[in-house]
């Protein structure tokens, strides 16, 4: 297993350089750091290496390289109820309709994470742990993780719709 306590000290300074190199957030990259090894650790993928922190060190990079590569996400421009005809309003209305039963499918905290983050854009990552009562370094990996489950969901809504089923 890895020694996080003794590795976690002299881990931290180099994941807040790569994470501003990166554009990533340091404490979503070392949940993500040691979220990947747990997750190696679980599969007994871990390296059998002498030298574990050279190891971690290796997969910060990874993950920040992996962190930069990631799309960002980019705010849907939101059109008003008035603006919109009888047709295009009941496609609205369907689709806020799915979209409500794919949030209350998620598992886990991720409806309640979800819909945190949409009615109250406004708080910062910090406010918002303490609201839902989680580790803010964990914000960023279940929040992605969750949008992650939310596209399959509405994907897999999406065929349907177009199969006739739905």
Request: proline letters at 10%; aromatic letters at 4%; charged letters at 20%.
């Amino acid at each position: 297993m890895i020694p996080v306590a003794a590795l976690r000290p002299a881990l931290l300074p180099f994941l807040a350089a790569l994470a501003r190199g990166s554009g990533a957030d340091p404490d979503d990259l070392e949940q993500s750091v040691w979220l990947t090894a747990l997750e190696r650790a679980e599969a007994g993928r871990l390296p059998a290496t002498p030298a574990p922190a050279a190891w971690l060190r290796g997969l910060a990079v990874r993950e920040a390289l992996a962190a930069r590569a990631a799309p960002a996400e980019t705010p849907v421009p939101t059109v008003t109820q008035r603006h919109l005809g009888p047709a295009e309003h009941h496609s609205r209305t369907e689709l806020h309709r799915a979209l409500r039963r794919a949030l209350a499918a998620l598992p886990g905290r991720c409806p309640e994470l979800l819909a945190a983050l949409a009615g109250s854009p406004e708080l910062t990552y910090q406010q918002l742990a303490g609201r839902l009562g989680l580790p803010r370094g964990s914000l960023g990996p279940t929040r992605s993780r969750c949008l992650g489950c939310l596209r399959v969901l509405l994907a897999a809504r999406r065929e349907d719709w177009r199969a006739g089923e739905g």
